[in-house]
């Protein structure tokens, strides 16, 4: 009996601390000329969203009629409290919470004839936000082109890692996962 007892202890344990883990936390938001910017854990910046008729709409691309988002909440429990924030004025934010940042690569398209686009990636973080992104070629070599728009002036970003290190890693697991895939890919063909 006690050896139950002690599992399921152990088991709402591993629970508790396993959601605590994947939790983001947020903690910045602002809204500056309609356009929502948002920080979790003091680390992951995403940018300009919109709040239209109570919806949050992530920033996007539009080719051939198709609009591609760059942002996905898998989690709609995030998605609303930004919303609340927002509309309501309230304020949850907890500028300290410094929770741990975790990401796993969600997808990896390779472009079958490439200019300058090798691959379509995104990452989840914490299991609760997806982040589109690319593999690029450019004359120093491959690089990851994270979510930015075109303005008159250049590109503008529209996420950032804060963590110099943690992005550095990411990074070099994308590149490295892409590399892996295109090299199956060809040995699939031959």
């Not at 300058?116 to 989840?124: D, G, K, N, Y």
Request: aromatic residues 14%; contains cysteine; proline residues 2%.
């Amino acid at each position: 009996m006690y050896i139950k007892q002690f599992s399921l202890i152990s088991l709402l344990f591993l629970f508790c601390v396993t959601a605590y883990a994947l939790d983001l936390n947020l903690t910045k938001i602002t809204n500056k000329n309609d356009k929502i910017n948002i920080e979790y854990n003091n680390t992951l910046q995403l940018h300009d969203f919109v709040l239209v008729d109570g919806n949050l709409i992530s920033p996007f691309y539009e080719s051939k009629g198709t609009k591609y988002y760059f942002f996905y909440f898998l989690n709609r429990k995030l998605k609303q409290e930004i919303i609340d924030n927002v509309s309501n004025k309230q304020k949850v934010i907890n500028t300290n919470a410094r929770g741990k940042t975790e990401y796993k690569i969600n997808k990896c398209n390779i472009v079958k004839n490439p200019k300058t686009i090798l691959a379509f990636m995104s990452v989840i973080f914490n299991d609760n936000i997806e982040i589109n992104c690319n593999i690029m070629n450019g004359k120093y070599g491959l690089w990851v082109s994270w979510p930015s728009l075109k303005e008159n002036n250049g590109w503008r970003k529209i996420f950032d890692i804060k963590d110099k290190s943690l992005k550095d890693k990411i990074e070099t697991e994308l590149l490295k996962y892409y590399k892996q895939k295109r090299n199956d890919d060809k040995l699939k063909k031959e």
